[in-house]
């Protein structure tokens, strides 16, 4: 058979893969839906606003009270004030932190200018929460005293950009990157599967043209949907997350290889694990898993050293380390060895395609096909 | 129709000791969720830093110890690499660490002198969290140094009224959530491919021309969902012990009872959607995007209440108040941290209406569905 003939089963299978992916909706949920559930739920629960909303109560009413509110008011991260005052009356104020409505009641006492005291009232549900607004206050308290003249160290901030990426648009660029490595993954091997499940499986073995056509043309159908179903997420980040891209087109190209590998890996995966409902969930959960603890859901350099140690040898950590200042436009390129690494991962992915359907050729056929 | 029941059971035992896969995957899944997401709760406490110890004296090395020694009940505040100013610049400038406090070559002479020296924080700020999680640790570590130095110029804060006696552990707050989250994932995955494999290994139709009613069928694919589910908890508390110091001595009857009303609530949405759908793909997905999505509101509820006040995080706060996992999962905690005996009578009665509800869907819906096709 010639090259043509080749080319033409790639298509073809293409063609097809694309008309079954049509029909069966089913197998589209997870590439079109996860990332954006991920990235709604992860960036609204935990990439909120940085205002954090407190009760503040001026028993003092003094001007020493007066300049510590304003301290407290005006202290901020890189994107907002650290406080959101949202109550200033006592007996409300009580009842929210009782309930759990406020985490921190702040009350500066009647006799605040002798004592130089203040006291809070804490719905201190995990210790999360309570670092959050104690590490706030006293943060807020250095630069009152910066102010009055009485702090014995102060602090110099220096951050590489001087603009800062909030962690909603920082989770929404890992969830682009997650959909297109995801869907890849999981639309391949779906298709793989897919022959075995429908007992169509030997009309693929038995073409007199090259099986790994099939193969190609999983890995082309797989790409296509990876891309269309980032599309999606990366509305989603821009229009709702605050994501700023940068180096769109660049982060899709350089991806084309991996996206190449994750079909292939999908390939091995449906090999070896043969039915839908057994290769789904271990898919899912390891990409999930790959967005939280290797890099998606934070910067590597920041995860404990099990994390760390993990995402040395975890690949896919390697493509949110790499593609993330990318997109954040914290760099403009990425090195020659990097290049170089993921251009071998496409190759090795292509070349690997034969080796899985020779192996999937020794395999039985059973089950009425 | 006991009898149906018991020979479903043995069946579906049958089925699932020659294939265990299935048995396996409702434990993986939550076992390497809940392994990986104790990973990132690690993140909440512990921030790794480099520190360019420039400066040599008695001030400098407080400093340090302070940073070092600084902690919450879940753990150091500084995970610190090192204090060498060459392999901090050399940590930083790599990217191997995310932030670089830089302690000036006069830190200690300055103090001595009544100066105030300038500490330097560097970060790559590529994500915001980053920024404020080192500099509130960094502020942290200057007001303890501050209280220790100048005392009299010190705002102290003292502590009034707080929930509980002590911050509450976050791994023990977050295990709750993930147990939850592995009860009701487990639940409704098992229950629901054990009814969804009928169609998918053809022989639903001797199920449904049975002259036994649905509700055996339902009932006894229940009961091998709870072994099943009963068996991946085990597991999954086992994990919980090793990676997250889950207190399970704190486990009360009540706390065990809530988990069965978990698992019915699971299985109950496992048959609705393994008798509508009757596909097993779509359960696996459905069961993660639910069990995920419940985890991330119900589980953190009571985290997310104190910032719902206007905004989509408010929304969704009113969302998880409506969805009785949520109170169950308040109830949970309370039992592990107070050790109290607390039972809330509303969040069985709203839960129960729930299973019944599903229940009866699932059995409408089998009746309603009998359709065949694929050869069967």
Redesign the interface.
């Known amino acids: 058979m010639g090259m043509k003939a080749w080319l033409y089963a790639m298509i073809a299978v293409y063609k097809r893969n694309l008309k079954i992916l049509r029909r069966q909706k089913?197998?589209l949920?997870?590439p079109f839906?996860?990332p954006i559930?991920?990235l709604i739920?992860?960036s609204?629960?935990m990439?909120?606003?940085?205002s954090?909303?407190i009760g503040l109560i001026d028993k003092s009413d003094t001007g020493a009270s007066h300049e510590?509110i304003n301290s407290l008011e005006s202290v901020h991260?890189?994107?907002a004030p650290y406080f959101?005052v949202?109550e200033t009356d006592s007996e409300k104020a009580?009842d929210g932190?009782?309930?759990?409505?406020?985490?921190m009641?702040i009350?500066i006492p009647e006799d605040f200018q002798n004592t130089?005291?203040?006291?809070?009232?804490?719905?201190?549900?995990?210790?999360?929460?309570?670092?959050?607004v104690?590490?706030?206050?006293?943060?807020g308290?250095?630069k009152?005293?910066d102010h009055?003249g009485?702090?014995?160290?102060?602090?110099?901030?220096?951050?590489?950009?001087p603009y800062?990426?909030?962690?909603s648009a920082?989770f929404a660029g890992s969830a682009f990157l997650l959909s297109l490595m995801l869907s890849a993954t999981i639309v391949a091997a779906n298709l793989f599967s897919f022959d075995r499940e429908n007992r169509t499986r030997k009309e693929i073995l038995l073409t007199p043209v090259g099986i790994h056509a099939a193969g190609y043309g999983i890995m082309l159908a797989s790409g296509t949907v990876a891309i269309l179903a980032s599309l999606p997420t990366l509305l989603l980040g821009i229009f709702a997350f605050q994501l700023d891209l940068h180096h769109l087109i660049q982060v899709y190209l350089i991806m084309i290889p991996v996206m190449i590998m994750c079909a292939t890996i999908g390939m091995i995966i449906a090999h070896f694990?043969k039915?839908?409902?057994?290769l789904?969930?271990?898919i899912?959960?390891?990409f999930?898993?790959t967005f939280?603890?290797a890099g998606g859901?934070?910067?590597v350099?920041?995860?404990?050293?099990?994390?760390?140690g993990?995402s040395t040898f975890w690949l896919f950590s390697y493509i949110f380390e790499w593609l993330?200042?990318l997109l954040?436009g914290?760099s403009t390129n990425l090195s020659s060895m990097q290049y170089l690494l993921l251009t071998l991962s496409g190759v090795l992915g292509i070349f690997l395609v034969p080796f899985i359907y020779r192996r999937e050729l020794r395999g039985d056929i059973n089950g009425g096909q | 129709m006991l009898t149906a029941i018991r020979s479903i059971v043995e069946k579906d035992l049958k089925i699932s000791s020659r294939n265990p896969a299935m048995l396996i995957l409702s434990i993986l899944v939550p076992v390497v969720f809940i392994f990986l997401y104790s990973l990132v709760a690690q993140l909440s406490f512990t921030n790794p830093v480099a520190i360019s110890k420039g400066s040599d004296g008695v001030y400098s090395d407080q400093f340090v110890e302070m940073m070092e020694e600084m902690k919450s009940v879940d753990g150091s505040y500084f995970e610190i690499l090192t204090t060498d100013p060459e392999k901090a610049s050399k940590q930083y400038n790599s990217g191997k660490v995310a932030g670089l406090i830089e302690i000036p070559p006069s830190f200690d002479e300055s103090i001595e002198n009544g100066e105030v020296p300038k500490l330097t924080l560097s970060i790559h700020n590529m994500n915001a969290d980053t920024t404020k999680n080192l500099q509130l640790r960094l502020s942290h570590a200057i007001y303890l140094f501050q209280e220790k130095l100048a005392p009299d110029q010190n705002i102290s804060v003292d502590k009034g009224f707080s929930k509980f006696e002590q911050d509450v552990s976050f791994k023990w707050y977050t295990g709750i959530g993930l147990l939850v989250f592995a009860v009701l994932y487990a639940a409704m995955v098992n229950t629901g491919m054990l009814l969804a494999r009928e169609w998918e290994d053809r022989t639903a139709k001797e199920l449904i021309l049975t002259s036994v009613s649905f509700s055996a069928l339902i009932l006894g694919k229940w009961i091998t969902s709870f072994i099943q589910t009963f068996v991946s908890t085990l597991l999954v508390l086992a994990v919980l012990l090793f990676i997250l110091d889950f207190p399970l001595t704190r486990m009360n009857m009540t706390f065990v009872f809530w988990l069965f009303i978990l698992f019915l609530l699971g299985a109950s949405i496992g048959a609705l959607a393994a008798s509508t759908i009757k596909k097993t793909l779509p359960i696996v997905t459905l069961s993660a995007l639910i069990g995920i999505s419940i985890y991330l509101i119900s589980g953190n509820e009571s985290s997310i209440r104190g910032f719902a006040h206007g905004g989509v995080i408010e929304s969704i706060w009113k969302i998880a108040i409506y969805i009785p996992v949520t109170d169950i999962t308040n109830q949970l905690r309370l039992l592990i941290i107070t050790g109290s005996s607390s039972f809330n009578m509303m969040s069985l009665v709203m839960t129960t209406g729930l299973i019944l509800v599903f229940g009866v869907a699932s059995v409408y819906t089998l009746r309603k569905g009998l359709r065949l096709s694929g050869g069967q």
């Open positions: 089913q197998l949920v997870t839906i996860l559930v991920v739920l992860v609204t629960i990439g909120g606003s940085d954090w909303p510590l991260s890189e994107l959101n949202i009580q932190v009782k309930e759990g409505r406020l985490h009641v009350t130089n005291k203040v006291y809070t009232d804490t719905y201190n549900i995990n210790t999360d929460m309570m670092k959050n104690k590490l706030r206050l006293e943060h308290l250095l009152e005293m009055r009485d702090l014995q160290i102060e602090t110099n901030l220096l951050t590489e950009k800062a990426v909030p962690r920082f694990l039915r839908f409902h057994i789904q969930p271990i899912i959960i390891t999930i898993g939280f603890a859901f934070a910067g350099s920041m995860l404990p050293p099990i994390a760390r993990f993330n200042p954040h914290f």
